[in-house]
Protein backbone atom coordinates (compact mmCIF):
# COMPACT_ATOMS: atom_id res chain seq x y z
CA UNK A 1 0.00 0.00 0.00
CA UNK A 2 1.36 3.05 -1.01
CA UNK A 3 0.48 6.38 0.72
CA UNK A 4 -0.08 9.48 -2.06
CA UNK A 5 -0.27 13.13 -1.70
CA UNK A 6 -1.39 15.03 -4.27
CA UNK A 7 -0.39 18.86 -3.65
CA UNK A 8 -2.00 21.41 -4.63
CA UNK A 9 -4.68 24.61 -4.12
CA UNK A 10 -7.46 22.93 -5.93
CA UNK A 11 -6.01 24.19 -9.53
CA UNK A 12 -7.59 22.15 -13.17
CA UNK A 13 -4.32 20.32 -13.35
CA UNK A 14 -4.35 19.43 -9.60
CA UNK A 15 -7.49 17.25 -9.86
CA UNK A 16 -6.20 15.83 -13.58
CA UNK A 17 -2.89 14.74 -11.35
CA UNK A 18 -5.16 12.86 -9.06
CA UNK A 19 -7.06 11.38 -11.55
CA UNK A 20 -4.21 10.12 -13.68
CA UNK A 21 -2.65 8.53 -10.49
CA UNK A 22 -5.78 7.10 -9.39
CA UNK A 23 -6.11 5.29 -13.19
CA UNK A 24 -2.73 4.40 -13.57
CA UNK A 25 -2.72 2.86 -10.07
CA UNK A 26 -5.78 0.94 -10.85
CA UNK A 27 -4.10 -0.41 -14.14
CA UNK A 28 -1.16 -1.74 -12.59
CA UNK A 29 -3.29 -3.36 -9.97
CA UNK A 30 -1.85 -1.05 -7.19
CA UNK A 31 -2.99 -0.34 -3.91
CA UNK A 32 -2.78 3.28 -2.76
CA UNK A 33 -4.15 5.68 -0.66
CA UNK A 34 -4.49 8.86 -2.44
CA UNK A 35 -5.03 12.42 -0.33
CA UNK A 36 -5.61 15.82 -1.88
CA UNK A 37 -3.44 18.85 0.10
CA UNK A 38 -4.81 21.66 -0.62
CA UNK A 39 -3.50 23.74 2.69
CA UNK A 40 -0.67 26.25 1.21
CA UNK A 41 1.37 26.04 4.63
CA UNK A 42 1.30 21.96 4.38
CA UNK A 43 2.21 21.95 0.44
CA UNK A 44 5.13 24.68 1.47
CA UNK A 45 6.27 22.29 4.21
CA UNK A 46 7.06 19.57 1.35
CA UNK A 47 9.27 22.70 0.00
CA UNK A 48 7.28 22.39 -2.86
CA UNK A 49 6.13 25.98 -4.30
CA UNK A 50 5.56 24.94 -8.09
CA UNK A 51 1.95 23.16 -8.09
CA UNK A 52 0.82 20.03 -8.63
CA UNK A 53 3.10 18.15 -6.20
CA UNK A 54 3.20 14.74 -5.40
CA UNK A 55 4.60 12.78 -2.29
CA UNK A 56 4.71 9.20 -2.53
CA UNK A 57 5.19 7.66 0.94
CA UNK A 58 6.84 10.54 2.46
CA UNK A 59 9.14 11.74 -0.59
CA UNK A 60 8.48 14.59 -2.89
CA UNK A 61 8.87 12.69 -6.63
CA UNK A 62 7.11 15.65 -8.83
CA UNK A 63 7.00 19.50 -8.30
CA UNK A 64 4.92 21.07 -11.12
CA UNK A 65 2.81 20.54 -14.10
CA UNK A 66 1.07 17.53 -14.75
CA UNK A 67 3.74 14.40 -14.24
CA UNK A 68 3.94 12.15 -17.64
CA UNK A 69 2.44 8.69 -16.91
CA UNK A 70 5.24 6.65 -17.34
CA UNK A 71 6.68 8.91 -14.57
CA UNK A 72 3.42 7.64 -12.50
CA UNK A 73 4.17 4.42 -13.36
CA UNK A 74 7.39 4.27 -11.96
CA UNK A 75 6.40 5.88 -8.64
CA UNK A 76 3.88 3.04 -8.03
CA UNK A 77 5.76 0.11 -9.44
CA UNK A 78 9.44 1.18 -7.02
CA UNK B 1 8.13 35.93 -42.98
CA UNK B 2 5.19 37.46 -42.09
CA UNK B 3 3.86 37.63 -45.24
CA UNK B 4 3.16 34.05 -45.06
CA UNK B 5 0.25 34.80 -43.18
CA UNK B 6 -1.12 38.11 -45.13
CA UNK B 7 -0.88 35.89 -48.35
CA UNK B 8 -2.87 32.98 -46.73
CA UNK B 9 -5.45 35.46 -45.92
CA UNK B 10 -5.66 36.94 -49.10
CA UNK B 11 -6.43 33.32 -50.68
CA UNK B 12 -8.52 32.25 -48.08
CA UNK B 13 -11.12 35.21 -47.59
CA UNK B 14 -10.21 37.36 -50.98
CA UNK B 15 -10.23 34.20 -53.58
CA UNK B 16 -12.22 31.31 -51.47
CA UNK B 17 -14.74 33.10 -50.06
CA UNK B 18 -14.72 36.04 -52.79
CA UNK B 19 -14.96 38.96 -50.33
CA UNK B 20 -13.07 42.35 -51.35
CA UNK B 21 -10.85 44.37 -49.75
CA UNK B 22 -12.63 46.96 -49.31
CA UNK B 23 -15.58 45.40 -48.10
CA UNK B 24 -15.73 45.73 -44.35
CA UNK B 25 -16.68 42.04 -43.21
CA UNK B 26 -14.00 41.43 -45.96
CA UNK B 27 -11.60 43.56 -44.21
CA UNK B 28 -12.89 42.06 -41.04
CA UNK B 29 -12.14 38.23 -41.44
CA UNK B 30 -8.50 39.28 -43.26
CA UNK B 31 -7.58 40.67 -40.40
CA UNK B 32 -8.90 37.57 -38.40
CA UNK B 33 -7.28 34.80 -40.08
CA UNK B 34 -4.36 36.80 -40.78
CA UNK B 35 -3.82 37.41 -36.72
CA UNK B 36 -5.03 34.51 -35.83
CA UNK B 37 -2.73 31.94 -37.98
CA UNK B 38 0.47 34.38 -37.30
CA UNK B 39 -0.25 34.52 -33.15
CA UNK B 40 -0.50 31.07 -32.63
CA UNK B 41 2.50 29.70 -34.81
CA UNK B 42 4.54 32.77 -33.16
CA UNK B 43 3.16 31.40 -29.52
CA UNK B 44 4.04 27.49 -30.31
CA UNK B 45 7.37 28.54 -31.67
CA UNK B 46 8.07 30.98 -28.78
CA UNK B 47 6.94 28.91 -26.23
CA UNK B 48 8.64 25.74 -27.94
CA UNK B 49 12.14 27.62 -28.09
CA UNK B 50 12.06 28.91 -24.73
CA UNK B 51 11.06 25.87 -23.12
CA UNK B 52 14.22 23.98 -25.45
CA UNK B 53 16.37 26.60 -23.73
CA UNK B 54 15.23 26.69 -20.38
CA UNK B 55 14.36 23.39 -18.85
CA UNK B 56 12.88 24.18 -15.61
CA UNK B 57 13.74 27.40 -14.62
CA UNK B 58 11.17 26.30 -11.48
CA UNK B 59 9.99 28.32 -8.66
CA UNK B 60 12.31 26.70 -6.09
CA UNK B 61 15.11 27.29 -8.18
CA UNK B 62 14.33 31.09 -8.72
CA UNK B 63 13.43 31.53 -4.69
CA UNK B 64 17.44 30.05 -4.33
CA UNK B 65 18.24 32.69 -7.39
CA UNK B 66 16.94 35.55 -5.18
CA UNK B 67 17.67 34.02 -1.75
CA UNK B 68 20.42 35.96 -0.06
CA UNK B 69 21.14 38.83 -2.56
CA UNK B 70 22.14 42.11 -1.75
CA UNK B 71 19.24 44.30 -2.37
CA UNK B 72 20.58 46.74 -5.35
CA UNK B 73 21.45 43.61 -7.60
CA UNK B 74 18.01 41.59 -6.05
CA UNK B 75 15.69 43.98 -8.03
CA UNK B 76 17.18 43.83 -11.16
CA UNK B 77 17.07 40.19 -11.09
CA UNK B 78 13.55 39.82 -9.88
CA UNK B 79 12.47 42.14 -12.73
CA UNK B 80 14.53 39.47 -15.16
CA UNK B 81 13.14 36.65 -14.00
CA UNK B 82 9.95 37.87 -14.29
CA UNK B 83 10.24 38.62 -17.41
CA UNK B 84 11.56 35.36 -18.32
CA UNK B 85 9.22 33.20 -16.12
CA UNK B 86 6.05 32.02 -17.38
CA UNK B 87 4.25 30.78 -14.16
CA UNK B 88 0.44 31.38 -14.28
CA UNK B 89 -1.10 33.12 -11.70
CA UNK B 90 -1.88 30.33 -9.28
CA UNK B 91 1.45 29.93 -8.63
CA UNK B 92 1.66 33.68 -7.39
CA UNK B 93 0.58 32.83 -3.85
CA UNK B 94 3.09 29.82 -3.60
CA UNK B 95 5.87 32.06 -4.75
CA UNK B 96 4.93 35.34 -3.04
CA UNK B 97 5.02 32.96 0.31
CA UNK B 98 8.31 30.94 -0.43
CA UNK B 99 10.30 34.02 -1.37
CA UNK B 100 9.31 35.99 2.04
CA UNK B 101 10.46 32.76 3.60
CA UNK B 102 13.32 32.77 2.23
CA UNK B 103 14.07 35.99 3.62
CA UNK B 104 14.01 37.73 0.69
CA UNK B 105 12.78 41.36 0.56
CA UNK B 106 9.04 42.45 0.42
CA UNK B 107 10.08 44.90 -2.39
CA UNK B 108 11.96 42.74 -4.31
CA UNK B 109 9.00 40.04 -4.27
CA UNK B 110 6.88 42.73 -5.21
CA UNK B 111 9.03 43.59 -8.56
CA UNK B 112 8.81 40.45 -9.35
CA UNK B 113 4.74 39.99 -9.29
CA UNK B 114 4.84 42.99 -11.25
CA UNK B 115 6.78 42.48 -14.05
CA UNK B 116 5.74 38.96 -14.12
CA UNK B 117 2.59 38.83 -16.12
CA UNK B 118 3.50 42.49 -17.98
CA UNK B 119 6.95 41.52 -18.86
CA UNK B 120 7.71 38.16 -20.87
CA UNK B 121 9.25 36.70 -23.97
CA UNK B 122 5.46 36.21 -25.44
CA UNK B 123 5.01 40.19 -25.62
CA UNK B 124 8.02 40.67 -26.30
CA UNK B 125 8.71 38.68 -29.48
CA UNK B 126 4.84 39.29 -31.03
CA UNK B 127 5.91 42.75 -30.05
CA UNK B 128 8.89 43.03 -31.96
CA UNK B 129 7.23 41.16 -34.85
CA UNK B 130 4.28 43.41 -34.97
CA UNK B 131 5.18 46.86 -34.21
CA UNK B 132 8.98 46.78 -34.19
CA UNK B 133 11.85 46.99 -31.61
CA UNK B 134 11.72 50.34 -30.76
CA UNK B 135 8.08 50.03 -29.75
CA UNK B 136 9.14 46.94 -28.15
CA UNK B 137 12.51 48.47 -26.24
CA UNK B 138 10.22 50.83 -25.00
CA UNK B 139 7.76 47.93 -23.62
CA UNK B 140 10.56 46.36 -21.70
CA UNK B 141 12.22 49.09 -20.09
CA UNK B 142 8.93 50.74 -18.77
CA UNK B 143 7.70 47.52 -17.29
CA UNK B 144 10.67 46.58 -16.04
CA UNK B 145 11.32 50.48 -14.54
CA UNK B 146 7.29 50.06 -13.11
CA UNK B 147 8.19 47.12 -11.35
CA UNK B 148 11.84 47.91 -9.84
CA UNK B 149 10.20 51.02 -8.44
CA UNK B 150 7.06 49.48 -6.97
CA UNK B 151 9.20 47.41 -5.08
CA UNK B 152 11.49 50.39 -4.30
CA UNK B 153 7.96 52.10 -3.07
CA UNK B 154 7.35 48.97 -1.11
CA UNK B 155 10.16 48.67 0.91
CA UNK B 156 10.42 52.22 1.35
CA UNK B 157 7.22 51.82 3.01
CA UNK B 158 7.63 49.03 5.13
CA UNK B 159 4.51 47.61 3.40
CA UNK B 160 5.15 44.26 5.01
CA UNK B 161 2.77 45.00 7.22
CA UNK B 162 0.24 44.42 4.94
CA UNK B 163 0.79 41.08 4.64
CA UNK B 164 -1.53 38.37 5.72
CA UNK B 165 -0.35 37.39 9.26
CA UNK B 166 -0.05 33.23 8.76
CA UNK B 167 2.52 33.56 5.72
CA UNK B 168 4.73 34.93 8.25
CA UNK B 169 4.35 31.59 10.04
CA UNK B 170 5.02 29.10 7.50
CA UNK B 171 8.14 27.40 7.53
CA UNK B 172 9.18 25.88 4.25
CA UNK B 173 10.49 22.18 4.13
CA UNK B 174 14.00 21.59 1.75
CA UNK B 175 13.18 22.07 -1.26
CA UNK B 176 13.39 18.51 -3.11
CA UNK B 177 15.50 17.69 -5.11
CA UNK B 178 13.50 16.66 -8.64
CA UNK B 179 16.64 16.05 -11.39
CA UNK B 180 15.56 17.66 -14.77
CA UNK B 181 15.87 15.47 -18.08
CA UNK B 182 18.38 17.34 -19.85
CA UNK B 183 19.20 15.27 -22.84
CA UNK B 184 17.99 16.51 -26.17
CA UNK B 185 14.76 14.45 -26.31
CA UNK B 186 14.26 15.47 -22.70
CA UNK B 187 14.21 19.12 -23.54
CA UNK B 188 12.33 18.78 -26.89
CA UNK B 189 9.27 16.69 -24.59
CA UNK B 190 9.31 19.51 -22.02
CA UNK B 191 8.93 22.38 -24.37
CA UNK B 192 6.30 20.36 -26.48
CA UNK B 193 4.64 20.28 -22.81
CA UNK B 194 5.07 24.05 -22.62
CA UNK B 195 3.18 24.63 -25.68
CA UNK B 196 0.51 22.11 -24.65
CA UNK B 197 0.09 23.89 -21.23
CA UNK B 198 0.52 27.43 -21.97
CA UNK B 199 -1.32 27.13 -25.40
CA UNK B 200 -4.16 25.30 -23.47
CA UNK B 201 -3.85 28.29 -20.83
CA UNK B 202 -4.34 30.92 -23.27
CA UNK B 203 -6.19 30.31 -26.44
CA UNK B 204 -9.87 31.22 -25.78
CA UNK B 205 -7.97 34.71 -24.90
CA UNK B 206 -5.93 34.93 -28.07
CA UNK B 207 -9.13 33.90 -30.06
CA UNK B 208 -11.33 36.90 -28.32
CA UNK B 209 -8.20 39.17 -28.32
CA UNK B 210 -8.15 38.71 -32.44
CA UNK B 211 -11.98 38.82 -32.24
CA UNK B 212 -12.24 42.24 -30.81
CA UNK B 213 -8.91 43.33 -32.98
CA UNK B 214 -10.93 41.99 -36.40
CA UNK B 215 -14.16 44.38 -35.54
CA UNK B 216 -12.17 47.27 -34.83
CA UNK B 217 -10.20 47.02 -37.42
CA UNK B 218 -13.38 46.05 -39.94
CA UNK B 219 -15.87 48.04 -38.31
CA UNK B 220 -14.86 51.20 -36.41
CA UNK B 221 -13.99 53.97 -38.71
CA UNK B 222 -10.93 55.99 -38.29
CA UNK B 223 -12.44 59.41 -37.04
CA UNK B 224 -13.90 57.68 -34.16
CA UNK B 225 -10.42 57.07 -32.41
CA UNK B 226 -9.29 60.40 -33.85
CA UNK B 227 -12.32 62.26 -31.88
CA UNK B 228 -12.72 60.22 -28.84
CA UNK B 229 -8.90 58.95 -28.37
CA UNK B 230 -6.90 61.51 -30.30
CA UNK B 231 -3.54 62.99 -28.71
CA UNK B 232 -5.38 65.85 -28.25
CA UNK B 233 -7.86 64.24 -25.80
CA UNK B 234 -5.82 64.19 -22.64
CA UNK B 235 -8.29 61.79 -21.09
CA UNK B 236 -8.09 59.22 -23.00
CA UNK B 237 -4.79 57.61 -21.49
CA UNK B 238 -6.32 57.32 -18.09
CA UNK B 239 -9.33 56.27 -19.45
CA UNK B 240 -7.33 52.99 -21.50
CA UNK B 241 -6.01 52.39 -18.07
CA UNK B 242 -9.06 52.29 -16.22
CA UNK B 243 -11.19 50.17 -18.88
CA UNK B 244 -8.14 47.79 -18.99
CA UNK B 245 -8.53 47.11 -15.08
CA UNK B 246 -11.32 44.93 -14.06
CA UNK B 247 -10.62 43.39 -17.91
CA UNK B 248 -8.06 40.26 -18.14
CA UNK B 249 -5.94 38.92 -20.45
CA UNK B 250 -2.28 38.12 -21.28
CA UNK B 251 0.19 39.35 -23.63
CA UNK B 252 -0.32 37.26 -26.26
CA UNK B 253 -4.63 37.88 -26.50
CA UNK B 254 -3.98 41.99 -25.71
CA UNK B 255 -1.47 42.07 -29.20
CA UNK B 256 -3.81 41.96 -31.88
CA UNK B 257 -6.03 44.74 -29.54
CA UNK B 258 -2.77 46.62 -30.09
CA UNK B 259 -1.99 46.22 -33.78
CA UNK B 260 -5.66 47.26 -34.57
CA UNK B 261 -6.03 50.23 -32.32
CA UNK B 262 -2.84 51.79 -33.82
CA UNK B 263 -3.97 50.76 -36.92
CA UNK B 264 -6.28 53.06 -36.46
CA UNK B 265 -4.37 55.91 -35.71
CA UNK B 266 -3.97 55.46 -31.81
CA UNK B 267 -1.07 57.21 -30.18
CA UNK B 268 1.15 54.27 -29.05
CA UNK B 269 1.64 55.82 -25.21
CA UNK B 270 -2.31 55.56 -25.15
CA UNK B 271 -2.68 51.51 -26.57
CA UNK B 272 0.85 50.71 -24.47
CA UNK B 273 -0.85 51.94 -21.37
CA UNK B 274 -4.16 50.20 -22.35
CA UNK B 275 -1.80 46.42 -22.73
CA UNK B 276 -0.05 47.01 -19.97
CA UNK B 277 -3.38 48.07 -17.43
CA UNK B 278 -4.89 44.76 -18.90
CA UNK B 279 -2.65 42.07 -18.32
CA UNK B 280 -0.83 43.68 -15.29
CA UNK B 281 -4.01 44.30 -12.84
CA UNK B 282 -7.03 42.39 -13.28
CA UNK B 283 -10.08 41.69 -10.68
CA UNK B 284 -9.06 37.50 -10.69
CA UNK B 285 -5.08 38.42 -10.21
CA UNK B 286 -6.42 40.71 -7.41
CA UNK B 287 -8.33 38.26 -5.99
CA UNK B 288 -5.43 35.67 -6.21
CA UNK B 289 -3.02 38.00 -4.44
CA UNK B 290 -5.67 38.41 -1.74
CA UNK B 291 -5.08 35.57 -0.06
CA UNK B 292 -1.43 36.69 0.87
CA UNK B 293 -2.10 40.76 0.85
CA UNK B 294 -4.53 42.87 3.59
CA UNK B 295 -6.93 44.65 1.39
CA UNK B 296 -5.41 48.15 1.74
CA UNK B 297 -2.27 46.48 0.10
CA UNK B 298 -4.34 45.45 -3.05
CA UNK B 299 -5.57 48.94 -3.47
CA UNK B 300 -1.91 50.79 -3.51
CA UNK B 301 -0.85 47.65 -5.28
CA UNK B 302 -3.42 48.75 -8.12
CA UNK B 303 -3.45 52.39 -7.62
CA UNK B 304 -0.01 52.75 -7.96
CA UNK B 305 0.07 50.47 -11.25
CA UNK B 306 -2.68 52.68 -12.57
CA UNK B 307 -0.61 56.12 -11.79
CA UNK B 308 2.57 54.43 -13.52
CA UNK B 309 0.57 53.35 -16.44
CA UNK B 310 -0.96 56.88 -16.84
CA UNK B 311 2.42 58.34 -16.63
CA UNK B 312 3.90 55.50 -19.13
CA UNK B 313 1.37 56.66 -21.50
CA UNK B 314 1.34 60.07 -21.12
CA UNK B 315 5.04 59.61 -21.55
CA UNK B 316 5.52 57.95 -24.67
CA UNK B 317 2.58 60.24 -26.16
CA UNK B 318 4.63 63.02 -25.69
CA UNK B 319 8.51 61.55 -26.72
CA UNK B 320 7.09 60.07 -29.88
Not at chain 1, 49 to 72: E, F, L, N, Q, Y
Request: glycine share 12%; aromatic share 8%; proline share 5%.
Amino acid sequence: MKAIKVLGSGCANCVNTAKLVEETARSLGVEIAIEKVTDMAAILGYGVMSTPGVVVDGKVVHAGGIPKRDAVESWLKA
Amino acid sequence: MLSVFTGLADWLVYRMLGLAPDDKLGDALHFFVEDVTKIFVLLALIIFVIGLLRTMLTPERLRGLLAGKRRGPAYLLAGLLGAVTPFCSCSAVPLFIGLLEASVPMGVTMTFLITSPMVNEVAVVMLLAILGWKITLLYFATGMIVGIVGGLLADRFGLERFVEDYVWKIRMGEAPAIEADTSLRGRIAFGLAQVREIVGRVWLYVLIGVGIGAGLHGFVPQEFFAAHAGADNPFAVPLAVILGIPLYSNAAGMIPIVEALIGKGVPIGTVLALMMSTTAISLPELMILRKVLKLPMLGLFAAFLAVAFVGVGYLFNAVL
